[in-house]
Antibody, heavy 119, light 108 residues
Framework: EVQLLESGGGLVQPGGSLRLSCAAS????????LNWVRQAPGKGLEWVSG???????TYYADSVKGRFTISRDNSKNLYLQMNSLRAEDTAVYYC?????????????WGQGTLVTVSS | EIVMTQSPATLSVSPGERATLSCRAS??????LAWYQQKPGQAPRLLIY???TRATGIPARFSGSGSGTEFTLTISSLQSEDFAVYYC??????????FGPGTKVDIK
């Protein structure tokens, strides 16, 4: 059974940093792309970042490029390092698996972790 | 960036009735379109990919159609568990993946 378990969310001040983690299990980790998708309170879904199955390619939405960094390790973990956080980054952040080596659609999702950027 | 729009914003339907949700892309996405269902407090769930292929475990009452810029999600006979928000998402322009704003299906 595929499982994605996010952690690391919390309250952070504007301009601060936070690192999200996602522990993956139940599939061949290096065969599939992983992504972060966020949802601001009461709003729709926004793809934030993706990383290829091999980890060799990373992709970002324009809204976070230069501030966020996605990575994955050999222990089946996905990360999102978030720097220079803004109020508009406040959202539930979901870890989502793509069924291909590259980010495309999302066949499995974690339950999400809430990030609140506020002073 | 490919902009996705969905209509209507809210659809009020009685249990057992048919629901038809629309999704439009600002430029052609071929058949590279997925649909998701999200219930309050839950993560989204994949329903359809490739515009018309049901994901594993999705009931046959859910069907997708369309290509290019116009797509439709049809729920043939609404069950109580189907009242939720539905999102479309294009992946033709990957890695720049974009979602529609969602259609809320509520009880009439």
């Amino acid at each position: 059974e595929v499982q994605l378990l996010e952690s690391g969310g919390g309250l952070v001040q504007p301009g601060g940093s936070l690192r999200l983690s996602c522990a993956a299990s139940g599939f061949t980790f290096r065969s599939f792309a992983l992504n972060w998708v966020r949802q601001a309170p009461g709003k729709g879904l926004e793809w934030v970042s993706g990383i290829s199955g091999s980890g060799g390619s990373t992709y970002y939405a324009d809204s976070v490029k230069g501030r966020f960094t996605i990575s994955r390790d050999n222990s089946k973990n996905l990360y999102l390092q978030m720097n220079s956080l803004r109020a508009e980054d406040t959202a539930v952040y979901y870890c989502a698996k793509s069924p291909r080596q590259s980010p495309q659609w999302f066949d499995y999702w974690g339950q999400g972790t809430l990030v609140t950027v506020s002073s | 960036e490919i902009v996705m729009t969905q209509s209507p914003a809210t659809l009020s339907v009685s249990p057992g009735e048919r629901a038809t949700l629309s999704c439009r892309a600002s430029q052609s996405v071929s058949s590279n379109l997925a649909w998701y269902q999200q219930k309050p407090g839950q993560a989204p769930r994949l329903l359809i990919y490739g515009a018309s292929t049901r994901a594993t475990g999705i009931p046959a009452r859910f069907s997708g159609s369309g290509s290019g810029t116009e797509f439709t999600l049809t729920i043939s006979s609404l069950q109580s568990e189907d009242f939720a928000v539905y999102y479309c998402q294009q992946y033709n322009n990957w890695p720049l993946l974009t979602f529609g704003p969602g259609t809320k299906v509520d009880i009439k």
